[in-house]
């Protein structure tokens, strides 16, 4: 690493401050939010998750944060950023993208192959099941330590234009790679919903039988899924075609970056057994939902 610098042109200009105060704040309350609904699975009883849907909320979760690596850093134009710290977070920013679609894409595919299994009684391939829970690491992982090699190639990394977060200083390279793996993503992502549609729709009598059974589960995790899919991939859309702008800096993009963790938070958090699971005062009532075993099976 040595050679390398942290730094730049940015150095001496004008920091607007109310724009990072709000990304950090977003960055915050995203990740509270996502343990706040990792918790209960996790410490109650009554909350009973699949293992990639904890894959999916701890990517989420871990997202947000890593663009706070350099809060005390932020507000001082004057200084370059701790080195060290920004090599981190220009790796971590470029894998966070892609990890998240992908831990998404996995959780959605396990629902859906547990639906077509209950429908068709019929198994699921336990080493396939497996690489759903690993996969979000391993491009986390892949695309970190391939950003970190184009930093040392570039020899630079600095604050980006809003002085929210660390960058290489060329950054091209780390933008593509990430971009054509959570566009990859969403597009599978979407063409796995339309697969579980298609499925729901061609075995509705069957899926009717299935009441109060974790089929019903999926198709209400499946709606959320889906209205989350299409708001994360509406707004994709509307980045690639300002790409151009996006790849100079720009405040609200950035603040959308750190804002669909929360969005995950709204989707999975609001589950009626999540939220029970806070409701210490009906604690005594029997509140809790039939066949714990069957919320396991669905989510």
């Known amino acids: 690493m040595s050679g390398i610098f942290s730094g730049g042109d940015e150095l001496g200009s004008i920091v607007n401050l109310g724009p990072i105060i709000v990304f950090d704040t977003v960055a915050v309350v995203a990740s509270l939010s996502l343990a706040l609904t990792l918790a209960p699975a996790l410490f109650s009883g009554n909350v009973h998750r699949s293992k990639p849907w904890y894959s999916m909320i701890t990517t989420m979760m871990i997202f947000p944060l890593l663009y706070l690596l350099n809060a005390g850093s932020q507000f001082n134009a004057e200084e370059a950023p701790p080195i060290g710290l920004c090599i981190l977070q220009t790796g971590f920013i470029y894998a966070g993208p892609p990890a998240c679609t992908v831990s ?26 497996t690489a759903l829970i690993i996969m979000p690491s391993i491009i986390f992982a892949s695309v ?11 020899r630079g990394v600095h604050f980006d234009a809003t002085h929210m977060f660390c960058e290489s200083n060329n950054k091209g390279p780390q933008v593509k790679i990430s971009a054509v793996l959570t566009v990859i993503s969403l597009v599978l992502t979407l063409g796995m919903e339309v697969w579980a549609v298609s499925l729901l729709y061609r075995n509705w009598s069957a899926v009717r039988s299935f009441r109060q059974t974790h089929t019903d589960l999926q198709l209400s995790v499946m709606l959320r899924l889906g209205v989350f899919t299409l708001v994360v991939g509406f707004a994709a859309v509307l980045g690639a075609v300002t790409l151009p702008a996006n790849l100079q800096g720009g405040g609200i993009w950035n603040i959308f970056l750190v804002t669909v963790p929360l969005l995950a938070a709204l989707s999975f958090g609001t589950r009626r057994d999540i939220i029970s699971a806070y409701a210490f005062w009906k604690k005594g009532s029997n509140g809790s939902q039939a066949g714990s075993g069957d919320v396991k099976a669905a989510v």
């Open 104 to 129: 998404v894409l996995c959780f959605l595919t396990d629902m859906t192959l547990g639906l077509r299994a209950v429908i068709f009684n019929g198994k699921r391939n336990k080493t396939f099941m």
């Open 144 to 154: 970190f330590f391939e950003a970190i090699a184009l930093v040392n190639a570039n």
